[in-house]
């Protein structure tokens, strides 16, 4: 056990947990923080991605330690009141269908759109193929993200 | 108008309408209900009383109304689809509607399941009718008020009005005297041609919760005091847990206590499938350290039964198709003496492996069960069986066990079994707490209830004018055949034969998203394109002349479908694709299916990229009747056609010494972003049926149309599942 200082969604935690834990069971477990999911504990669904500095991460395979210096964001911090462009264009497109992989889609579709303002579909493509939908969104997340992309 | 007896209901009606202001429904707030996507301001204001209608309906004295969706909500959307089919008899303005999802409740609901999409299809008349009763027992109300008669008066948006008169009254105003007002016996439904909402697209009621990381899911419920909990089952089929490191186990770091488990019941039932009903469970803290005790498990498993392979597999089925015992047949004329005359004979063999489901959210299940209650929480799609199976387990009264259904993150058929449900009473019970269960990616993708495997042969031959005039297939799977006797061609072959073929396996089946119809949808389908192409006929113009025979001279006594509704997809799907055009270096594949009632056509348009077969646009023609919410069902169907064409291309479970060689998605491979079609057009049939499944008849046209596709594309005709498999042309 070890204790660790984070600092997620602009706000300070103080969290006492193995250091090997993976972000997205301190998030989970020990900060409810429920936004983030867990689909295949290896990096491989995209399902519990937040960002670390901006940037795109897999939680489930990102040790805690790893973490304490950077500012993490999930889901629930992605915007104040859920008028973030990639949520707001998420329900314009009506997006999700049983919607359980889609926090992580939102946040991996913010990281690129931060980096890419206007991302062409092979962008897309490249940054959005670690996030699993297995109820099939995919042709509407493409449609959203290229809303967000202009609002 | 159509009248409707509403008898049926009458006894479930009267009880809540007793119970009105008890709060009969109260009690499962924990997620507090959702808006239809209003903001809060151009809704009316929040009740200070509440009154009970029905167990479908609470309107509050400011005319805010609470619509309870009975149904478990699994990414249908249903939660959305059924309290609008309510809020449209009703007659209620939509922003001021807000939604909650029902408890399982059979004294108020029925068929609370999600499956066989059914859900609206089974409750369009009970929804319809708890709206029109709601709307009728307002207006009496009002009459009663006024002294007036019902038929002085008109409802409209939640507002009552006098019809020779000023008075107006709001539903919010009337609503706690309608509450003592009898249920009618009968009462009036709308003329589909009324309809204001049904047929308008309203966005899910939990859309802003999704997007902004709202805890809806059973992965995410929480309890005061509640521990978690994480399973071991035996690695292999064929295996059971004999014992293991439990003195060690319990002494790791954040390890509260480690058993075995026995989920036996008695009498089980369909919903009960499980081929491990004995298990480790290990109890804690945290999921972390509650997986890396499983990583440190050392068990002994005891091999009870034959370890089987895939080579097992093929074989059986090798010889199922030889000598099997046959389930179900149809015969119709002498295909064997019609083959011996056709002018031309072809026949093909399809087949598809084993699949694993895999929603996204792993199976979950919240249990608290205590000396004499047992309280259940959870992903579910079989709530009322899952109370029954929890009740045989604790030995329980049923009315000592209640079940609450949270959003579910992904159906698809593996929720309609119980077992996880099962395991957390299981567990709850030895430790004497609430506990909440989860499982690993890795324990549910090897657990079972897997999509069996299958295998079919189909035959067909052609008289000298290229007419289709014997048809036969025989279709075989571990543990049960694919075929639909009695569906397409049936009825419209002269000759016709259809066997459906079973062989014994100890890999645990169940339902997959459209059972059977999906893969036996992309034979016969992929087969018929082959057909057209041996007769030189369009593939389009030889399926609907096959239809027209079916119309107007079927063949044998019966047959499952509606021939000009089958037809009329197909027809549609051709105009809007403009089937027949030829455009250069794009390559098109048709399908067309009927399951669950409704009817898929679907135009795969392919074109090649660096010498990579890719989905560039599909064209979707459905009809499912009267189409509730468009863009939902749009949305739907979208689905339906990347997990067809998803699963055909690249998803298998194998197996070696009765364990299943994919574990996580590193082997298992999903359909992703970059491997999905660019555009997905989806047109309806316009119609006043009323309104069929739609979860699941998306899927089964799509590997069709994309093995025709394919075979445009590379000149390759793609027999087996995956096609990535033997074929490695994608990804
Ligand atoms: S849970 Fe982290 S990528 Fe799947
Ligand atoms: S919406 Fe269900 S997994 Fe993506």
Redesign the interface.
Known sequence: MATFNLNINGQKHQVDVDPSTPTLWVLRDHLNLLGTKFGCGIAQCGACTIHLDGVAIRSCMTPISVVEDGAITTIEGLSKDGDHPVQKAWLEHDVPQCGYCQAGQMMSAAALLKNTPNPSDTDIDDAMSGNICRCGTYVRIKQAIKTASKL | MTKIQTQFNRRSFIKISAAAGGGMLIGFNWLAGCTP?TKPEEMVAVPNEWFDINGYIKIGDTGMVTLYSPNP?????VMTSMPMIVAEELDVDWKNVVVEQAPLNTGLYQNQFAGGSLSIRLSWNALRMAGATGRRMLLEAAAKEWNLQVSDLTASQGVIKEKNGERSITYGEIAGKAVGIEVPEEVDLKDPKDFKLIGT?I??V???K????????G??Y?REGMQ?AMIEHPPAFGMKVKSFNEEEIKNM?GVNDAFIIDTTIKEPTWSDVNAFPQLIAIVG?????L?QAKKALKADWEVVGELESSETHAKRLDKALINGEVEEARNDGNVAVAFKKAAKVIERTYSSPFMAH?????MNFFANVTADSAELVGPTQTPEALEGSVAKLLNMPLEKVTVNMT??????GRRLYVHFGLEAAAISRKIGGPVKL?Y??EDDMSQGTYRPIYRSTYKAGLDENNNLVAFSVKGAGLPGGPVFPNRFPAGAVENYSAEKIKAATNISTGAWRAPRSHFTAGAEQAFLDEVAELAGKDPIDFRLELFDRAIKDPVGEKYEYEADRYAGVLKLVKEKSNWGEKKPGVFRGVAAYFCHFSYVAEVIDMVMENGQPVVQKVWCAADCGIVVNP??AK??I??????GI?HAMYSQLTFENGAPDQL???SYQ?????Q?????EVFFVENEIAPTGLGEPGLPPASGALANALYKATGKRHYHQPFTSNQPIVG
């Open positions: 996507g909500e699994i990414g249908q959307n697209s966005k899910n939990e859309g802003k999704i997007v902004t990381g709202k805890p809806l899911f992965i995410d929480q978690l770091a803290d945290s999921t972390w350290q997986m895999n929603t996204m959210e792993p959003r579910i993150g992904g159906g698809f989860l690993t990616r863009d939902a949305n739907m979208q689905g339906g056609v990347v997990d998803g996580n998605f590193d999903l359909m992703r972003h970059s999905a079609p660019k555009e997905i």
